[in-house]
């Protein structure tokens, strides 16, 4: 079977694996890479509703259990037409080694429905959730398997998806993340994946430059302008940095002197009514306040102009070889991302060049890969349901906390396993080869102790 975003994913973590000493250090890790690339249960489902015009509508329905050797499984739920098989493996393999990098007890999954929600009433939507839940209420449960949001599902969706259980399975748990704050919730769940994905950057900056620069007066291109790149966005404007680009599927906006929290904010209210950002843009007094250039068609990445840091926060394979070769001959020193596998493979190793043939921190190209850039989005879905099963809700200020140390921890572990297990570790270490050095270790020793692996 041809599944080519997951054999890209998986490369990945191969390719660092090889590059490092580790299996030369300890040959039993390598054991573990047939048995960890199988899911341990792949879950494939009809999905039947009714549609406003009375028609009834199919799509296919899936969830895959990659491993629960660290927990239950946990990961998000895709709702778009682009959804299959090969997707939802990628990005479950991918969670797997991500949720370990967060330090809480998580195991790998991911889900998804192929269907395009836009333009949908909001009845429609409810039926749908109701639908698919319909199944998959069968197989997942607080200590089995907790689903959350991802492209496609927002909160409202969450909300359908969480009453469709409680009422098929007469239990009210904490089965999904990404809850309302009313009745389950975490306080800055929803803007987790953004400011985690800053404070990782942060992070990568302070070791860059001695501590001596942050995100004040840098100039910051962002894609996506879903729930990832609005808050990333926000935390940026916070910090004293310009945000000169946003995305959809259809083009972008560019401006030079930055988009405002109050444009973001009108971006947020839109969204939720499927509206494009061309219809956003000529229909909204704040854009008409602060004008932006409308591109249709097009990345932001090679309309923008002196920019220090690049996040992309749309979706997989949105940076190619070219693009990341024009982000370096621009200037471009940290690029993390928001998205999941953002870059193709030859973007990153353009940017990976870059760092390790650098003269030194100051002058190279520093790389967050997904895994650990973005994984605050999944670490406060792991302190939602800590507090779910206190029975309590904590201080936005105590979440946003855990968040920074979360996310700053990821990033020390990320550069002391490069260290530790490759060869040009010690000078300008590699975020990715880090990442995955990191990661498949705590994963690989679980299933040892498990006798997952033997
Ligand atoms: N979909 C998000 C991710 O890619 C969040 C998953 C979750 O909170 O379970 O990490």
């Known amino acids: 079977m041809s599944e080519p975003e997951f054999q890209q994913a998986y490369e990945e973590v191969v390719s660092s694996l090889e590059d490092s000493t580790l299996f030369e250090q300890h040959p039993k890790y390598r054991k573990v890479l047939p048995i960890v690339s199988v899911p341990e249960r792949i879950i494939q489902f009809r999905v039947t509703w009714e549609n406003d015009k009375g028609e009834q509508e199919v799509a296919q329905g899936y969830r895959v259990q990659y491993n629960s050797a660290k927990g239950p499984y946990k990961g998000g739920l895709r709702f778009h037409p682009s959804v299959n098989l090969s997707i939802l493996k990628f990005l479950g393999f991918e969670q797997i080694f991500k949720n370990s990098l967060t330090g809480l007890d998580m195991g790998g999954g991911k889900g998804g429905l192929c269907v395009d929600l836009k333009g949908r009433s909001n009845n429609e939507?409810?039926?749908?959730?109701?639908?698919?839940?319909?199944?998959?209420?069968?197989?997942?449960?607080?200590?089995?398997?907790?689903?959350?949001?991802?492209?496609?599902?927002?909160?409202?969706?969450?909300?359908?998806?969480?009453?469709?259980?409680?009422?098929?399975?007469?239990?009210?748990?904490?089965?999904?993340?990404?809850?309302?704050?009313?009745?389950?919730?975490?306080?800055?769940?929803?803007?987790?994946?953004?400011?985690?994905?800053?404070?990782?950057?942060?992070?990568?900056?302070?070791?860059?430059?001695?501590?001596?620069?942050?995100?004040?007066?840098?100039?910051?291109?962002?894609?996506?302008?879903?729930?990832?790149?609005?808050?990333?966005?926000?935390?940026?404007?916070?910090?004293?940095?310009?945000?000169?680009?946003?995305?959809?599927?259809?083009?972008?906006?560019?401006?030079?002197?930055?988009?405002?929290?109050?444009?973001?904010?009108?971006?947020?209210?839109?969204?939720?009514?499927?509206?494009?950002?061309?219809?956003?843009?000529?229909?909204?007094?704040?854009?008409?306040?602060?004008?932006?250039?409308?591109?249709?068609?097009?990345?932001?990445?090679?309309?923008?102009?002196?920019?220090?840091?690049?996040?992309?926060?749309?979706?997989?394979?949105e940076v190619s070889g070219e693009e990341a070769k024009a982000f370096v001959a621009q200037g471009v020193k940290f690029v993390a991302e928001g998205s999941n596998m953002g870059s193709t493979p030859e973007a990153i190793a353009v940017f990976e060049t870059a760092r390790s043939t650098a003269a030194g921190p100051k002058d190279a190209v520093w790389y967050g890969p997904p895994k650990a850039a973005n994984l605050g989005g999944v670490a406060v879905s792991g302190l939602e349901m800590a507090q779910n099963s206190q029975r309590i809700t904590w201080t936005s200020e105590r979440v946003d906390q855990e968040l920074k140390r979360i996310m700053i921890n990821c990033f020390n572990e990320c550069i002391d396993s490069a260290k530790k297990y490759t060869k040009d570790g010690n000078a300008l270490p590699s975020l990715v080869k880090g990442a995955n050095i990191a990661s498949f270790i705590k994963v690989s020793d679980a299933m040892f102790d498990q006798g997952d692996v033997f």
């Not at 940095?241 to 109050?262: A, N, Q």
């Open 125 to 317: 939507i409810r039926r749908i959730c109701y639908a698919f839940m319909r199944e998959l209420s069968r197989h997942i449960g607080q200590d089995t398997d907790v689903p959350a949001g991802d492209i496609g599902v927002g909160g409202r969706e969450i909300g359908y998806l969480f009453g469709a259980y409680r009422s098929y399975k007469n239990s009210w748990e904490g089965v999904l993340t990404g809850k309302g704050l009313n009745w389950g919730g975490s306080l800055i769940r929803p803007e987790a994946t953004g400011y985690g994905l800053v404070y990782y950057t942060q992070a990568m900056i302070d070791y860059a430059t001695n501590g001596k620069e942050s995100f004040e007066g840098k100039r910051v291109t962002i894609s996506g302008s879903g729930n990832v790149a609005q808050y990333a966005a926000l935390k940026v404007i916070e910090l004293g940095g310009t945000v000169v680009s946003l995305s959809d599927s259809k083009g972008c906006i560019i401006s030079e002197t930055g988009i405002t929290s109050e444009q973001i904010a009108d971006i947020s209210s839109a969204k939720v009514n499927f509206k494009s950002l061309e219809q956003i843009v000529s229909e909204y007094s704040t854009f008409s306040e602060n004008k932006v250039q409308y591109i249709a068609g097009a990345r932001p990445w090679t309309h923008v102009q002196k920019v220090d840091i690049a996040l992309p926060c749309a979706t997989q394979n």
